[in-house]
C-alpha cells in the first residue's frame, strides 16, 4: 500500500522503525488503564470509609466503639453474598485485564518511509497517518509513574488541528531512538540520497565507489551521536527561578487578594472568606507547578532542530526541527527589568485539537534568562538572521530607541493614543525577518521570520484615521506571540506594508529550512 516501503537502513536505527507493524510496550494497559483503576479504588474506599476509619483510627470517630453505620459490606455479609460479590468482581477483574490486553493486541503502529502510522481500537478500528514531510516537532514525555517503569510516550506533531499521533508507551532508549528515525526520515536526506541512486543506477563501478567512499566518510566522522542528549547552552539557577515566580503579575494578584480579603473580614462580610483556602491553593499549586517545570529545564541545538526539555516530576522533551517556529517573541516585565531578566516565547504548530484550550507547555522556550541567555537561544531559534540584522534585536528591539533609531515609530501627532510607549512602539523589515517592537511597562519584541509569514495585514479604525495612523499585522500560526503593531504613521505602514509583501516572497522562494539535510 502507499507509505509502506520500509525507511533507508542508513536513517533508522530502531527495529521499531523497519517499516513494518509493530506493538507497544507490553505495560502500556497498566499505564492507560490506572486511571480507571484509580476511579475503581476510590469508589470502594469511599464506600468503606467510616469501616476504615473505625478500624485504623477508632479515637476520632464519635461513636461508640464496635457501632458502625451501614454499608455494602454489613449488607453482604447479612444477606451471605460475599461469595457471589467476590465472584462477580473476579468477573469484573477478568473481563477489564482482557478488555486491556485486546486494546493492547489491536494497537499497533509503523514507520514507513513516508508516514506515521497508528491502528487502534477493538470494536470501532481507528487509523491514524501523520506525513513524515509535515512533521512540526516530536516530543517525547515521561510521567513519574512511566519514568519508573523506564517507559516514555512519543508524540509526533503534525501539521493540522488534532493532527498528532501518539504512541504510548515505548520503553525511554526505544523512543528516544525511534524519535531520532523520525527526525532523520522528515529532514530530506532520504530525498537527496534517492537523487544520488537515480544518478548512479546506471554504474555498477559508480555504486561501488560510492560505497567504499561513504564507508571511509563514515571511519572519519566517527559515530553518530546525533540521538545523544546535547548539553543545555542555558542553566537557570533556583534561586534565579523562584524569584521570577515571585516577581510575576500572579503575584501582584495574590496581593491584590489578601488585601480584598483583610477588608472584607474588617466589613463582616463572612462568605468571603469561604475563598481563602481554595485561592491560596491555586496560587501555591501555581507557583510549584511553575518552579518544578522550569528545575530540569535545558534547550540546545541539535544535528534535527532545537531540542527543549524541562519538568521535574513529568518531564517533557521535544526536537522542533529547522523551519518550524513561526514568530519568536522577547519580552520583559516591569519587575525584571533592574535585574536585567527576559523571556522568550514562540508561536508554533502543536497538531492539538479546536476543543483543547490548555496552554501549549512549549510556548515559553526560555523561562527566565539574562541577555546573554537570550542572545543564545536566539541565535539557535533565528539561525538565518545574518550578523548585520542582530543590531535590530537588541540594540534596537529589545532595549531601544536609540539615537539613530531605525524603527517607524507613532508619530508625535498621534502620541496619545500611546502615552508612554510612542518612542517604543515601531517596526522594521530587514530581508530576513520582520521586528515589531512594543511597550514601555512591559517590553516586548516580536521577531517573524519572512520565510514563515502567511500574510500582511493593514487595519485603521475610525480613531485612526481621524489621526493618520493604521495598524500593521503579520498574519502567522496562533500563539501567544502577538504579532502586531498599531498607532503607526499611515504612509509608512502602506510603505511597510507594500515591502513586507515583496519581501516575504522572496524569503520564501530561496527558503530551504523545512528540508534541513537536504
Do not use: C
Not at 461508640?64 to 444477606?79: A, H, K, M, R, T
Not at 523551519?323 to 523571556?343: C, K, M, T, Y
Not at 540594540?395 to 530607541?401: M, T
Amino acid at each position: 500500500m502507499p507509505g509502506g516501503d520500509a525507511p533507508p537502513r542508513a536513517l533508522v536505527r530502531s527495529p521499531l522503525s523497519d517499516g513494518e507493524w509493530q506493538r507497544l510496550h507490553p505495560l502500556t494497559p497498566l499505564l492507560r488503564g490506572g486511571l480507571f483503576l484509580l476511579v475503581i479504588i476510590g469508589v470502594i474506599v469511599a464506600n468503606l470509609r467510616e469501616r476504615l476509619i473505625e478500624l485504623f483510627l477508632p479515637a476520632v470517630t464519635d461513636l461508640p466503639p464496635g457501632v458502625i453505620p451501614p454499608d455494602p459490606v454489613d449488607y453482604l455479609l447479612s444477606n451471605n453474598l460475599l461469595l457471589i460479590a467476590g465472584g462477580g468482581a473476579l468477573v469484573v477483574l477478568i473481563i477489564v485485564i482482557l478488555g486491556f490486553r485486546l486494546s493492547w493486541r489491536f494497537h499497533t503502529f509503523r514507520i514507513s518511509d513516508d508516514d506515521v502510522e497508528v491502528r487502534s481500537g477493538v470494536l470501532f478500528r481507528t487509523h491514524r497517518r501523520a506525513p513524515l514531510d509535515r512533521v512540526q516537532g516530536v516530543n517525547l514525555t515521561r510521567p513519574m509513574v512511566a519514568r519508573l517503569l523506564g517507559l516514555a510516550k512519543l508524540e509526533v506533531v503534525g501539521a493540522g488541528l488534532d493532527s498528532n499521533v501518539k504512541l504510548e508507551y515505548l520503553s525511554a532508549t526505544a523512543a528516544e531512538t525511534v524519535r531520532g528515525d523520525i527526525l532523520r526520515l522528515a529532514s530530506g536526506r532520504r530525498l537527496t540520497e534517492r537523487a544520488a541512486a537515480a544518478g548512479a543506477s546506471g554504474s555498477t563501478v559508480r555504486q561501488a565507489a560510492d560505497a567504499v567512499a561513504a564507508g571511509i566518510q563514515g571511519l572519519v566522522d566517527g559515530e553518530d551521536l546525533s540521538d545523544a542528549e546535547p548539553e543545555s547552552i542555558v542553566h537557570i539557577p533556583f534561586g534565579r527561578l523562584v524569584a521570577s515566580r515571585v516577581l510575576s503579575g500572579s503575584t501582584l494578584m495574590l496581593i491584590a487578594l489578601v488585601i480584598a480579603i483583610a477588608v472584607a473580614a474588617s466589613l463582616s462580610t463572612v462568605w468571603l472568606l469561604f475563598t481563602i483556602v481554595p485561592a491560596f491553593l491555586a496560587f501555591g499549586a501555581y507557583y510549584v507547578r511553575a518552579i518544578a517545570r522550569g528545575l530540569r529545564y535545558s534547550i540546545a541545538p541539535s544535528p534535527d532542530g532545537v531540542r527543549l526539555t524541562f519538568g521535574l516530576f513529568t518531564t517533557i522533551s521535544e526536537v522542533v526541527p529547522p523551519g518550524r517556529v513561526h514568530a519568536i517573541e522577547v519580552h520583559q516585565p516591569l519587575l525584571w527589568r533592574p535585574f536585567g531578566w527576559w523571556s522568550i516565547a514562540v508561536n508554533r504548530l502543536s497538531g492539538r485539537g479546536s476543543t483543547d484550550s490548555t496552554t501549549d507547555p512549549f510556548a515559553a522556550v526560555l523561562p527566565i534568562g539574562t541577555r546573554e541567555d537570550v542572545e543564545r537561544v536566539l541565535r539557535i531559534l533565528a539561525p538565518a538572521l545574518p550578523a548585520e540584522e542582530w543590531t535590530s534585536v537588541f540594540r534596537d528591539g529589545i532595549l531601544g530607541p536609540v539615537d539613530d533609531d531605525p524603527y517607524t515609530i507613532t508619530p508625535r501627532r498621534a502620541r496619545l493614543l500611546r502615552p508612554f510607549s510612542w518612542r517604543r512602539n515601531g517596526a522594521e523589515l530587514t530581508a530576513d525577518a520582520l521586528f515589531l517592537r512594543r511597550g514601555w511597562a512591559r517590553r516586548t519584541l516580536a521577531i517573524v521570520p519572512l520565510a514563515r509569514l502567511q500574510s500582511i495585514g493593514l487595519r485603521q479604525g475610525p480613531l485612526a484615521r481621524a489621526t493618520r495612523t493604521a495598524t500593521v499585522s503579520a498574519h502567522v500560526i496562533a500563539g501567544t506571540v502577538q504579532t502586531s503593531v498599531g498607532a503607526l504613521d499611515r504612509d509608512a505602514a502602506v510603505a511597510l506594508f507594500e515591502d513586507t509583501a515583496d519581501a516575504t516572497i522572496a524569503a520564501a522562494a530561496g527558503d530551504r529550512s523545512h528540508r534541513w539535510a537536504g
